[in-house]
T-cell receptor, first 116, second 113 residues
Framework: DTGVSQDPRHKITKRGQNVTFRCDPI?????LYWYRQTLGQGPEFLTY????????KSRLLSDRFSAERPKGSFSTLEIQRTEQGDSAMYLC??????????????FGEGSRLTVL | AQSVTQLDSHVSVSEGTPVLLRCNYS??????LFWYVQHPNKGLQLLLK??????LVKGINGFEAEFKKSETSFHLTKPSAHMSDAAEYFC???????????FGQGTTLQVKP
């Protein structure tokens, strides 16, 4: 399968611990997005990379959150000092390069975080 | 700022009957609008998109949506529901200049046999 893959699929942690999620986009896609989805809500945009450059960050992304895409391929999203409010599904999506934005994002199945 | 509002959080239909999922949008300029579907334990998938070409847009699995500027609506329809259509549906507008998507709160479609 050559779709977007995310790891781990599920993570249970205690409040105050750090967690890291990894996303491997579709290989030729240079655009990568992170979203957060809480129960009963639509996904909310967190951040966007074009190649290795982080071009936009949502105000939702507090100082405890950091995302990287060091070589323009896979990306990581780290949450430091987790809080119960961080419990959510973290979604990664990628899209193909082009002269414009088509709006067609390819999503992974998500990483579900539970903070106890 | 762009936004979308899905008017129903839950829609229940019988198999073989029409489906209507309602969405209104707010945008200061001509929007790019989408419907995405999320099946349980599956990634979100693009169903269809409107980008200022034809106002009636056809998507996958027999779904279509009509862009109505006068009503600021982009409702999703399907003539005959199938059991496999049961899923969460999101109306989406493209925001900003980085291609990010702004999602509605979602509509759960239940299909009864």
């Amino acid at each position: 399968d050559t779709g977007v893959s995310q790891d781990p699929r599920h993570k249970i942690t205690k409040r105050g611990q750090n967690v890291t999620f990894r996303c491997d986009p579709i290989s030729e896609h240079n655009r990568l997005y992170w979203y957060r989805q809480t129960l009963g809500q639509g996904p909310e945009f967190l951040t966007y990379f074009q190649n290795e450059a982080q071009l936009e960050k949502s105000r939702l992304l507090s100082d405890r959150f950091s995302a990287e895409r060091p070589k323009g391929s896979f990306s990581t999203l780290e949450i430091q000092r987790t809080e119960q409010g961080d419990s959510a599904m973290y979604l990664c999506a990628s899209s193909s390069p082009g002269t414009g934005y088509s709006g067609e994002l390819f999503f992974g199945e998500g990483s579900r975080l539970t903070v106890l | 700022a762009q936004s979308v509002t899905q008017l129903d959080s839950h829609v229940s239909v019988s198999e073989g009957t029409p489906v209507l999922l309602r969405c209104n949008y707010s945008s200061s300029y001509s929007p790019s609008l989408f419907w995405y579907v999320q099946h349980p334990n599956k990634g979100l998938q693009l169903l269809l998109k409107y980008t200022s070409a034809a106002t009636l847009v056809k998507g996958i699995n027999g779904f279509e949506a009509e862009f109505k500027k006068s009503e600021t609506s982009f409702h999703l329809t399907k003539p005959s529901a199938h059991m496999s259509d049961a899923a969460e549906y999101f109306c989406v507008v493209m925001g900003g200049n980085t291609g990010k998507l702004i999602f509605g709160q979602g509509t759960t479609l239940q299909v009864k046999p």
